[in-house]
């Protein structure tokens, strides 16, 4: 028996990278699992992947109805709801606020923080009442960007920062009823993208990093899988082995905190 038998699970962004090592994770700890991903594409190929205790929902998690039909399409399969995990984000891959152009910027702020933080916040809202229902939690993806400069440029350390704000809040204000946490990973090989209003909606994450670059600024010289970051997220989500920890954040950033993420970019030239 899994550490989450019979647990009901939604997770957002669950169509590729972390999101889908979670959602091969829970399934695998016996959780029944629902799925808010923005690709039609993505959601075709996890049906046809799990066709056994799983349910998945094309929307925006940037909309209040698409997030209150993730929850209703995971009620109406599974008939309630144990733990909500905020997931989906976009990177700005590093951008400078000196090279983004005054232009871009504000359309690039929206979208951005639209992604990463208001689509938690509404993610929360509709999960709110059945996790009430259930004592349940939550659990939202961090960055080491959460903790440390140099994780993403200043939209996405901005929006990571904010999420932080709104872990303890909620944790804050659903006590004692749902606990609330995060998980902060480091790099990995994943699918996330930049946003469109910076033209980087086809570019990925590791389009800009390698696996060596990655391996040498952690302490613990390796690179990571996305499935290497799902234990505390399992941890966060069981009634049995948590039932003391909420507004906690887990930095699972391989080692960064022993000295944080060095600055090579060189000087600034303006």
């Not at 990925?204 to 010289?221: G, V």
């Amino acid at each position: 028996m899994g550490a989450l038998q019979d647990q009901v699970v939604l997770i957002t962004g669950g169509g590729s990278g972390l999101g889908r090592a979670l959602v091969e994770r829970f399934l695998a700890e016996g959780a029944r699992v629902g799925v808010l991903e923005r690709s039609a594409e993505k959601v075709a190929q996890l049906v046809k992947d799990f066709p056994r205790n799983f349910v998945a929902v094309v929307g925006d998690v940037r909309s209040m109805t698409d997030n209150e039909k993730a929850v209703a399409a995971t009620i109406a399969n599974f008939g309630r709801l144990d733990c909500f995990i905020g997931n989906a984000a976009v990177w700005d891959h590093g951008i400078s606020l000196v090279d983004i152009s005054s232009e871009n910027l504000p359309a690039a702020f929206d979208e951005l923080i639209g992604v990463n933080l208001k689509g938690y916040l509404l993610g929360a809202k509709a999960a709110t009442p059945e996790l009430l229902k259930s004592q349940g939690s939550m659990i939202f993806t961090l960055s080491n960007a959460a903790f440390y400069p140099g994780g993403g440029g200043p939209l996405y350390t901005a929006s990571k920062h904010a999420a932080v704000g709104l872990v303890r809040e909620l944790a804050y204000e659903l006590a004692p009823k749902v606990r609330v946490n995060a998980v902060g990973p480091s790099g990995m090989a994943s699918d996330l993208r930049g946003p469109e209003a910076l033209g980087q909606q086809d570019k990925r994450i590791m389009d800009s990093r390698t696996p060596e670059a990655i391996r040498a600024i952690l302490p613990l010289q390796f690179f990571p899988e996305p499935a290497d970051f799902t234990g505390p997220y399992v941890l966060l989500a069981s009634r049995t082995d948590n039932r003391t920890l909420s507004g906690v954040l887990i930095n699972a950033d391989c080692g960064l905190g022993i000295r944080g993420i060095r600055h090579v970019a060189g000087g600034l030239t303006l």
